[in-house]
T-cell receptor, first 109, second 116 residues
């Protein structure tokens, strides 16, 4: 079973920041938070991951709360190409990812 | 570097047949895992192979099987196909070592199977 809870859908205006929340209240100490997105039933695309510190890369920023029970993915300047389903996953050192239903993000022109 | 390659991309089978899907991981990756995606069930983990050994298995019937070769390439097989097996089958490769921290998976484009 998925260990995360995400809103079903969100809208964001083009050019604005998209903030996608994720609850993972049962996360354990060795589990990472991963974010992937999937566009038009292509393979999921890796975005970012983190353990307890905030992370930033060329695609996004990941903010993890101090208690690690929730996180937020931030797309700083959303474009139409960011319209996708975004998955928040928590996983340990194995390769068994449990995908929930994700958040369907629609970027509006 | 080359990504994860899955073949075939599309295929159509009839009920009762069997199908074999192939996955070539990123060079150097020793772990290959398989996922099934359907509109009703979403993305579900099938199994994972590491160094030719199945290391994890999801909750799927025995009709679903897989293997991994010494070059890390993997195949999955579905026997006695049912209509409900129609799905996008995704392969993901990763570095795979346990206890080495984050394990970022890279997914292929998938093989779309239609069972008639």
């Amino acid at each position: 079973d998925a260990k995360t809870t995400q809103p079903t859908s969100m809208d964001c205006a083009e050019g604005r920041a998209a903030n996608l929340p994720c609850n993972h209240s049962t996360i354990s100490g060795n589990e990472y938070v991963y974010w992937y997105r999937q566009i038009h039933s292509q393979g999921p695309q890796y975005i970012i991951h983190g353990l307890k510190n905030n992370e930033t890369n060329e695609m996004a920023s990941l903010i993890i709360t101090e208690d690690r029970k929730s996180s937020t993915l931030i797309l700083p300047h959303a474009t139409l190409r960011d319209t996708a389903v975004y998955y928040c996953i928590v996983s340990g050192t194995g390769n068994q990812f449990y995908f929930g239903t994700g958040t369907s993000l629609t970027v509006i022109p | 570097k080359a990504g994860v390659t899955q073949t075939p991309r599309y295929l159509i089978k009839t009920r009762g047949q069997q199908v074999t899907l192939s996955c070539s991981p990123i060079s150097g990756h020793r772990s290959v895992s398989w996922y099934q995606q359907t509109p009703g069930q979403g993305l579900q983990f099938l199994f994972e192979y590491f160094s030719e050994t199945q290391r994890n298995k999801g909750n799927f019937p025995g009709r679903f099987s897989g293997r991994q070769f010494s070059n890390s390439r993997s195949e999955m097989n579905v026997s006695t196909l049912e209509l409900g097996d129609s799905a996008l089958y995704l392969c993901a490769s990763g570095p795979g070592g346990l206890g080495v921290g984050a394990n970022v998976l890279t997914f292929g484009a998938g093989s779309r199977l239609t069972v008639l």
